[in-house]
């Protein structure tokens, strides 16, 4: 029961999604412009950067504060973290109210790790950055960290089963960064770079926006 009301309480605070909600407040559908994700990095990209660094830093921090209220209130249950956890991150991919069709869970899986431990948090965002310089794309990094993430909670925790509970992040995450690849490989993936070159990357990508503002595809492409 610990471990459900766990996962509940992450999965309701997960679905609290504020790149979607200001994007509707201003009228659009954040899924329609930029990259199509409902999350920090393309808030960041439609919607400017303070709204975009705004929307990151509430998600990291509903996810961080929601799993480390799941610990302290249910301190018996050795599983109630890694549970909030998933739930958390499951609450901002598949929120109810947008379809299921919401953000890719990567700010909440760094908010979770932040809870975990600070200096691990710092650590995996240093090498994030260091992938993301590597390679222009960011979506390379939430891939890195799920996988990481589970390996790190096995072994300071000799959790067996909490890291096997975080692995349905990783296949959660992966699941959702399938049309990423698919992007990359026809070379339709935004790069990181698109902050300081937009013209040059919606170029590049033959992409071209209608007077609402909307990404369609260059009508060469079809």
């Known amino acids: 029961m610990d471990v459900f009301l766990s996962f509940l309480l992450g999965y309701s605070v997960g679905m609290i999604n504020p790149s979607y909600i200001i994007g509707r407040i201003r009228g659009f559908d954040i899924r329609k412009r930029g990259s199509g994700n409902a999350g920090g990095s393309n808030a960041l990209i439609t919607m400017g950067k303070v709204i975009g660094l705004l929307c990151i830093l509430f998600d990291l921090a509903k996810a961080a504060l929601v799993t480390w209220g799941a610990a302290r209130i249910f301190p018996e249950c050795a599983l109630s973290f890694p549970a909030a956890a998933v739930g958390?991150?499951?609450?901002?991919?598949?929120?109810?109210?947008?379809?299921?069709?919401?953000?890719?869970?990567?700010?909440?899986?760094?908010?979770?790790?932040?809870?975990?431990?600070?200096?691990v948090f710092l650590i995996m965002l240093g090498g994030a950055v260091i992938v993301v310089l590597v390679t222009d794309y960011i979506c390379f990094v939430p891939l890195t960290a799920s996988v990481a993430f589970p390996i790190v909670w096995g072994i300071m925790k000799n959790d067996l089963w909490g890291a096997l509970m975080l692995c349905i992040i990783t296949a959660v995450i992966f699941f959702r960064h399938i049309d990423n690849?698919?992007?990359?490989?026809?070379?339709?993936?935004?790069?990181?770079?698109?902050?300081?070159?937009?013209?040059s990357e919606m170029k590049r990508i033959g992409a071209v926006e209608d007077d609402s503002g909307e990404n369609k595809n260059d009508p060469k492409e079809e």
Request: contains cysteine; aromatic residues 18%.
């Open 88 to 119: 958390v991150v499951l609450g901002h991919v598949f929120p109810p109210y947008m379809k299921f069709r919401g953000g890719k869970g990567f700010a909440c899986l760094g908010g979770a790790i932040l809870a975990f431990n600070p200096l």
């Open 181 to 199: 690849f698919k992007k990359i490989k026809n070379g339709k993936e935004l790069k990181f770079s698109y902050l300081w070159k937009k013209d």
